[in-house]
């Protein structure tokens, strides 16, 4: 526990001083696969407005100065699966960005999809010494939240005050300089398998670059994806990837829970390659280009070339009618979003003031998904891109790269987290676990 809490407090001093160089890279290590993009920082006063990028979350302080993709390798579920192959696709990446940006890169700023993530909301208190809210009575109120027994082998990747309250007063955002006599504090945090982590920090120091921060992706893809209104009154957002589908819901502009799902895009390529016995690479040109998941009468008469390359003339010359692939493709589609379902369910997302659910990823990009999701999920489903940020190619502007965009926007402006206050160290309670869901329904 301690030593991750330490790691982190030294990746976030990395972060300072990358910053201060004015160049950092942003890697988002995906199932299918690998972007990287390299930011530039100056002074905000740099850029104007009439970019139509405005202030919020900082876009204005940096602008991508290189971007590159590549197949992602020896990735399953979102984790690394073998270490070498992931090293030269990770490899791969990053010197193609750093070419693009004519800079040599020290420093990334990684997030990743899978880890099986799990939520907790801990509360704290704190009595104030001498009325005001110092950073020493923050650093205090967070070391009194009870911190709950995570388990073996799990690791917290993110700690996050999301709510302070003094005396009687809920729902400030930071109390530093107010005045009062008590200081509460709700926090979330989210934990992470140990091995995956190690995993990913691994094959980046292999590359000889530094981790200068680490994110979850289904916590980056909501920064991106949900707007502001969407993040303050209550939004869930739903990030379908090649591996794994993340999930986080925001309120008051705060992350409060995340999980992921073991299925994604790549679940339903496979699906297809097996129901037509066609190659992977086909199946997923087939569902790019074909792909669908409601069917109409007009499906049944349009007829797919499979157009595979096994040798066999008549095998290869196959026809397929849409409405035959949407039949492999939908039952893959609807078992993914009832997971989404279960697991919003289990976060007691229906008790939020709004109930909006906005899907994003690569893997949303599939004709008719928001028409289906919206029966499955609620009404309330849009189809998120993420924000604009300068320098992006319009190559990178889409669903697929909420995750990459939403780290942009994290590495600029990083939320508070518990390390970045000096917690006196004899505080690791292990006393009493308050769930997510708990917390929601009193405080919400």
Known sequence: MTDLYQSQRTMRHMRRAAMQRGVIAILDVGTSKIACLILRFDGPETFR????????????????????????????????????ETERAIRTAVQAAQKMANVRVDHVI???????????????????????????DIARVLAACDMPDIGQGREVLHAQPVNFAIDHRSGLGDPRGQIGNRLACDMHLLSVDTTA???????????????????SSAYVSGVSSLVEDEQELGAACIDLGGGATGLSIFIKKHMIYADSVRLGGDHVTSDIAKGLQVPMAVAERIKT???????????????????ADSGDWDKDRRQVSRAELIGIIRPRVEEILEEVRARLDAAGFEHLPSQQIVLTGGASQIPGLD???????????????????QGLPQAATGAAFASAVGLCLFAAHPQDEWWDFDIPSERYPARSLKRALKWFKDNW
């Open 49 to 84: 407005d009439s970019d139509g990028v405005g202030p919020m979350a900082g876009q204005s302080s940096f602008r991508v100065i290189g971007a590159a993709t590549t197949r992602s390798r020896g990735v399953r579920f979102g984790e690394i699966d073998a270490m070498h």
């Open 110 to 136: 990684a997030s990743f999809s899978g880890a099986r993530p799990r939520s907790y909301g801990l509360a704290g208190e704190w009595e104030l010494q001498d009325g005001e809210v110092s950073e020493h």
């Open 197 to 215: 982590i190690q995993n990913l920090l691994a094959a980046i120091k292999r590359c000889d670059l530094e981790v200068a921060g680490l994110a």
């Open 289 to 307: 280009r074909h792909g669908g998941v409601v069917a109409t009468g007009m499906d049944d008469r349009e007829m797919i070339e499979i157009g």
């Open 371 to 389: 028409g289906l999701a919206a029966r499955i999920l609620g009404q309330r489903v849009r189809l998120g891109r993420p924000l604009r940020v």
